[in-house]
């Protein structure tokens, strides 16, 4: 029978849970990530076809993590010697280094801790989850899939510049929104503000829906 207790969830905008584990570039800390965005991104297994497109995927896309200050974390409940030897064909195979750092979570600690052991897919292997913690250390996005299909790599750049977007302007995005496009200006919290909004400048649609360039 499938144990049906509940995934403890960590939790967006509060503090990422902390953990401090062994990696292939040694000992890794949250608190080593404090002043740089972490994307933590957790794979079923070494050596499995779906998770190696996907390192191949982060690894191609590293270069544009590093221009918005993002450091990449993998994860997976394998030790430390499967993920050399899986970095290794990966690069004897497919011509790609894998220069990021990945957790050999054995314990399942982390795992645990992030809520990447789903019962209802697995017990023993986390499912492809992927957190987006900020500077401060605050988990700012998470996203869960299935084992048997991919994630979009690039869609974890465009939420970081568009996270990354909203901090520094205080505006919101609107769906696929890339560097570039227009923003959305929040809207009025009052009846008088609301009724100004349509002169402030914007290309307001309606009084709550309102966009600007950047």
């Given amino acids: ?14 503090p990422a849970p902390n953990f401090t584990a062994p990696t292939t570039h040694g000992e890794r800390s949250l608190s080593d990530y404090h002043g ?17 497109t996907e390192f191949i995927g982060f690894a191609k896309a590293q270069d544009r993590f590093a221009e918005l200050n993002t450091e990449l974390l993998g994860l997976s409940i394998d030790s430390h010697y499967a993920h050399i030897a899986w970095v290794r064909a990966i690069k004897e195979k497919f011509d790609v280094d894998i220069n990021f750092p990945i957790i050999a979570d054995l314990s399942m600690q982390v795992a645990k801790a992030y809520g990447m052991i789903q019962p209802g897919a697995s ?18 996005a998470m996203v869960y899939y299935p084992m048997s299909n991919g994630r979009s790599i690039d869609e974890f ?7 990354q ?34 002169s402030e400048g914007y290309d307001t649609v309606d009084w709550y829906f309102s966009t600007r360039e950047l």
Avoid: Y
Wanted: glycine share 4%.
């Fill in 157 to 163: 750049v465009r939420l970081v510049e568009a996270l």
């Fill in 123 to 140: 017990d023993t292997a986390a499912v492809r989850a992927t957190f987006i913690i900020d500077p401060e250390g605050v988990l700012r």
């Fill in 36 to 52: 740089k965005w972490l994307v933590l991104f957790s794979h079923p297994a070494d050596f499995t076809p779906v998770c190696t």
């Fill in 1 to 14: 029978m499938t144990d049906q207790t509940p995934v403890a969830l960590p939790r967006i905008n509060e």
């Fill in 165 to 198: 977007t909203s901090d520094a302007n205080k505006v919101a995005t609107p769906e696929g929104w890339k560097p570039g496009d227009k923003v959305i200006v929040p809207p009025p919290a009052t009846a008088e503000a609301a009724e100004r909004r349509s």
